[in-house]
């Protein structure tokens, strides 16, 4: 029987993340990042996480070729011998491809991964204002993550926020004034809302209008300006400057992971134990399935980074408190009128 999780993460940035969309453009950056295609605001791909979290965890696990797209030389890290991919915890959770050759003949065998993870989502966004660093989020971000939001009026204007403080005076959210429209009270899901991370910024939440939250993300990314050194004169290379945008630090978003394991054989004896075969303990913690591999890696990022400009402290990201998990199995038992049975 398969088995389908989903557990939505919420994850800060700790310093500025560039995911680059390649190349260079004619615009207020020469190197931009990724955005939504509708809304514009920046966002850092599902694709760039799962890679990040399959490299780490396969450093973890002391198989680093397990990290790679072919694992024909994935070795047990006990005994030093090629073995089956199947059989690395690793290459089960997100996938691998093996080819062997009998003969003449070549066998290709693929299975791909049994976790989704999705594109991350900014939720809240660091801005300068004459109150302080504020977090700018919308009411309908916010509830779709799982936050409740109360005494947010149904009407208001596009110039007039709401905030999470007593306030009464207009607001200014870097070059932008709005008007304030009153408090609002925002609670986070269980999982979060005793963390540090998320309490420091609780009373400092503005909620703007949905039409004006990309404005407001797009005038307040960090831009940095570097250029290339020549080595003999010590000075800048004529014609190597250029500049980049990040997401800045403290920015919080969301991001969701689907597990469909439809294989139900992840090599448990292997690692629920909480060291390898070797006798080394893994740093995170017993791996009891692929979404403990996952978050394994995850949680690596927020030490070694994802994207490029890594070399110039960019990239880390940390998870907030522990992911909301909803398994879809127990949903739909729930929602079974009853008498009736759940086709299997």
């Known amino acids: 029987m398969a088995t389908y999780k989903r557990q939505r993460y919420l994850l800060m940035t700790t310093d500025p993340v560039h995911i680059g969309t390649g190349g260079y453009r004619l615009g207020r950056v020469d190197n931009s990042i990724v955005r939504e295609p509708g809304t514009r605001v920046p966002k850092i791909p599902g694709t760039s996480l799962h890679g990040a979290a399959r490299s780490y965890a396969a450093q973890l696990y002391e198989t680093p070729k397990a990290a790679g797209q072919s694992q024909n030389k994935v070795q047990d890290p006990g005994q030093n011998k090629v073995q089956d991919p199947g059989q690395n915890p690793v290459c089960y959770t997100f996938g691998y491809l093996r080819k062997d050759k009998s003969g003449d003949e070549e066998k290709t065998t693929a299975y791909s991964g049994v976790v989704n993870v999705f594109d991350a989502h900014v939720l809240l966004f660091p801005v300068h204002s004459l109150a302080g660093p504020v977090w700018v989020s919308t009411v309908e971000r916010l509830r779709e993550a799982g936050f409740k939001v109360e005494n947010a009026p149904d009407n208001r204007d596009t110039g007039t926020v709401c905030v999470t403080w007593q306030r009464n005076d207009p607001l200014n959210l870097g070059w932008l004034m709005v008007k304030v429209g009153g408090q609002v009270n925002v609670e986070a899901p269980d999982p979060w809302k005793d963390e540090k991370r998320w309490q420091t910024i609780q009373q400092h939440i503005v909620l703007v209008h949905e039409s004006l939250f990309s404005q407001v993300v797009n005038s307040n990314l960090e831009v940095r300006t570097s ?118």
């Open 227 to 344: 250029v290339s050194i020549n080595p003999q004169t010590g000075a800048a290379e004529e014609g190597a400057l250029f500049t980049y945008e990040a997401i800045p630090r403290a920015t919080f978003l969301t991001a969701e992971v689907v597990l469909d394991d439809y294989r139900q054989k992840f090599p448990q004896n292997k690692c629920s134990s909480g060291q390898i075969d070797k006798g080394n303990p893994l740093p995170c913690g017993a791996w009891n399935g692929p979404l403990d591999v996952l978050k394994a890696g995850l949680r690596m990022i927020e030490w070694l980074g994802v994207g490029g400009m890594g070399t110039r402290g960019f990239g880390r990201i940390a998870i907030v408190g522990e992911p909301v998990e909803e398994d879809l199995r127990a949903k739909q038992d729930s929602h079974q009128p009853q008498g009736e049975e759940v086709s299997q």
